[in-house]
């Protein structure tokens, strides 16, 4: 309980100024708005955590010092009557000398890097004050002054008290305190006075500093708010499925278990520990707790990010869990460019990890993997398409439906395992959906010769194959391009008997689309490719591959796709049909203008496909006549 004496401010006695840079912090941090006071909070009971880990440590070689028997501990009380906040610690306590130097001074490096990242704004300062080590000075934001009374863990040592009220000065001066440890007493501001309520007190402490190894009692009755241990810091042999699945329900408040997790403790190239869930659906819930992408970040299990979006690839921003390294530049010594090395290592380390997790179930849990392919398919192809480094590591999470494999997913290693003798690439096709596109005109020469052939009917589609070109030496191939060659056939399939338009009336017939169809098509030519199909569409020569021409469309809205060559197939009914049939006649026009639109339809290319429904009806009346 605070003092009356503590709870007004005490007389200022042989007042020592901080210096320049130290001044210059404090004003920042009194006189900037921040979006989240509360971290004074967590960077005290930081401090105090670490003051209880130097007396732990201290005591494994030297039991001569103040109360030995002492629990370590933190206890936290508030006077809603006085507006003050007291947070005590049994650690290890200072000297007059010491508060003069911890709290009295900055090292330069970490004042100066602060002010530097505070006068630029660019990012908010709440997130990045333990990075400079001016955490304990955080607290002037909610503070009228602070009181600071310590007592060494020296025996001999004498308890001290340093006061400041945020100005140019401080003071030190003798005090009355018989136990060992620090006792920071904090006069709120009027505009600060939640911070007294010990129900907000709760929410902070559980919110960022949970998991502090040391017990957090909270008010006259000392109830204990934090759980201490952290499940990602326990060796994996201790932590079984139900543990994981429970965390990742208090982590997420989502009741669905995970489809798969991963436990990391990295010793090299940088400390880290952590705990990595892949969701089962990839739509947030209604009542989580994970509002937004990204890890929650800690520093030897005290919260410093909420959600911290740079320890993932873009494209694993669905990923949910914690990361803990003790390598974060937070004390003093640090300089910014550290702390972006650090990071990128991190961001690295996890990045392997996830993708390692996902491999893995893969091979072992196909059919989970499958539930995952269906929800975050989308998310590798992203990273295929966008990823600068390491995007091949990728490649093996792939999933496709094929021609001859429609309702499984197939991997690019099952394609090449069943790939036939002769061939050497792996043929695809684009389009916007899978059940129309299996009625492609591109896939009767396909059928034919019996290769199989990938569906790719996402938009991310385009993008990824930009990137995507070879997979262990076979190459991608649209089976939709115009010069598309395959293996040269030892046993060609026999074509059916059936009748042909004579090699001798092609032109005609051609004549008759072009003259008809006029600058819709760049070319019409009779072509062998097709079999089931009385014509396609491809590409004319020196025109924008496919699947470039899907990345513009979806980029660019005004963009025009060049105009195609209209090919035909001389052994199809319709056009033997419509070879006979005289040029006047009304019915020659609009077949001509239905096989040329059935064609863009297919193509993913009509502008307005219900204009087609006069003409079709026209068809049908005719036929039914």
């Given at each position: 309980?605070?003092?009356d ?22 004003d920042?941090?009194?006189?900037s708005?921040y979006?989240?006071?509360?971290i004074f909070?967590?960077?005290l ?6 003051a ?15 109360d ?10 508030a ?26 001074t900055?090292?330069h ?11 630029k704004?660019t ?56 136990a ?15 911070f ?24 006259e ?37 995970p489809?798969?997790?991963?436990h990391?403790?990295v ?11 892949i969701?089962?659906k ?12 990204g890890?929650?970040?800690y ?16 494209n694993?921003?669905?990923v ?5 390294s ?31 997790t ?8 196909p ?9 975050f ?8 398409a966008?990823?600068?480094?390491e ?12 021609i001859?494999?429609?309702?499984t997913?197939?991997?690019l ?46 938009p ?8 995507l ?5 076979h ?22 008997e ?9 032109a ?15 070319d019409v030519?009779m072509t062998?490719r ?33 105009k ?42 009509h ?19």
């Amino acid at each position: 309980m605070v003092t009356d004496e503590q709870a007004s401010t005490p007389e200022a006695l042989n007042p020592i100024p901080f210096k320049a840079e130290t001044r210059q912090l404090l004003d920042i941090l009194i006189h900037s708005l921040y979006t989240e006071r509360e971290i004074f909070l967590r960077e005290l009971i930081s401090n105090a955590s670490d003051a209880l880990t130097r007396i732990d440590f201290e005591m494994l070689t030297n039991r001569s010092v103040l109360d030995p028997d002492a629990e370590l501990a933190i206890t936290i009380t508030a006077d809603p009557e006085q507006n003050t906040l007291t947070i005590t610690d049994t650690g290890i306590g200072m000297t007059a000398e010491e508060m003069a130097e911890n709290l009295g001074t900055i090292a330069h490096s970490g004042a100066k890097a602060f002010v530097a990242a505070a006068q630029k704004g660019t990012k908010n300062l709440a997130d990045v004050i333990g990075q400079f080590g001016v955490g304990f000075y955080s607290a002037f934001m909610v503070a009228e002054w602070i009181r600071v009374i310590s007592h060494s863990h020296q025996p001999e040592a004498q308890a001290a008290a340093w006061f400041c009220t945020g100005t140019d000065t401080f003071t030190i001066e003798p005090a009355e305190m018989t136990a060992r440890g620090t006792q920071v007493v904090i006069k709120l501001k009027e505009d600060a006075k939640e911070f007294a309520q010990e129900y907000r007190l709760r929410d902070i402490i559980r919110k960022h500093s949970d998991f502090i190894a040391f017990p957090i009692y909270l008010g006259e009755k000392r109830e204990q708010i934090n759980r201490q241990t952290a499940i990602w810091r326990q060796p994996l042999r201790k932590v079984e499925k139900k543990d994981y699945e429970e965390f990742y329900r208090q982590l997420t408040l989502d009741f669905s278990p995970p489809l798969t997790y991963a436990h990391m403790a990295v010793d090299a190239p940088v400390q880290m520990y952590a705990i990595l869930y892949i969701p089962a659906k990839a739509e947030r819930g209604m009542f989580t707790l994970r509002k937004e992408d990204g890890l929650k970040l800690y520093s030897r299990k005290i919260l410093i990010q909420e959600y911290c979006k740079d320890l993932l690839p873009e494209n694993f921003r669905f990923v949910q869990g914690v990361v803990d390294s003790e390598d974060l530049p937070l004390n003093v010594s640090r300089e910014t460019i550290q702390a972006s090395r650090v990071m990128a290592q991190l961001k690295k380390l996890v990045a392997s990890k996830i993708i390692e997790t996902l491999k893995k179930m893969a091979n072992d849990e196909p059919e989970n993997y499958g539930k995952f392919w269906h929800e975050f398919g989308r998310y590798i192809k992203e990273g295929i398409a966008t990823e600068q480094t390491e995007s091949q590591e990728l490649y093996p999470l792939l999933r496709f439906h094929t021609i001859t494999h429609l309702s499984t997913w197939s991997s690019l290693d099952d394609y090449i395992r069943r790939m036939k003798p002769d061939q050497k690439e792996i043929y695809y096709i684009l389009g916007d959906d899978a059940r129309s596109l299996v009625q492609s005109p591109h896939l009767d020469m396909m059928r034919q010769h019996d290769y199989e052939v990938l569906l790719l009917t996402e938009p991310i589609d385009s993008f990824m194959l930009v990137r995507l070109a070879n997979y262990k030496d076979h190459p991608l191939t649209n089976v939709a391009a115009a010069d598309l060659k395959l293996p040269p056939q030892e046993n060609e399939p026999a074509r059916e008997e059936t009748p042909t338009i004579p090699t001798e009336q092609w032109a005609v017939l051609i004549d008759r689309f072009k003259n008809h169809l006029g600058d819709k098509v760049t070319d019409v030519r009779m072509t062998d490719r097709l079999s089931g199909s009385p014509a396609r569409l491809v590409d004319p020569e020196g025109a924008p591959n496919q699947e470039l021409q899907r990345v513009y469309r979806m980029l660019k809205e005004d963009f025009d796709p060049p105009k195609k060559v209209l090919e035909l197939n001389p052994r199809h009914p319709i056009l033997v049909q419509l070879n006979s049939l005289a040029s006047e006649n009304e019915l020659s026009g609009i077949a001509i203008d239905q096989l040329y639109e059935n064609a863009l339809l297919i193509e993913g290319l009509h502008p307005d496909p219900a204009s087609m429904i006069a003409r079709i009806q026209k068809l049908l009346e005719s036929a039914l006549h």
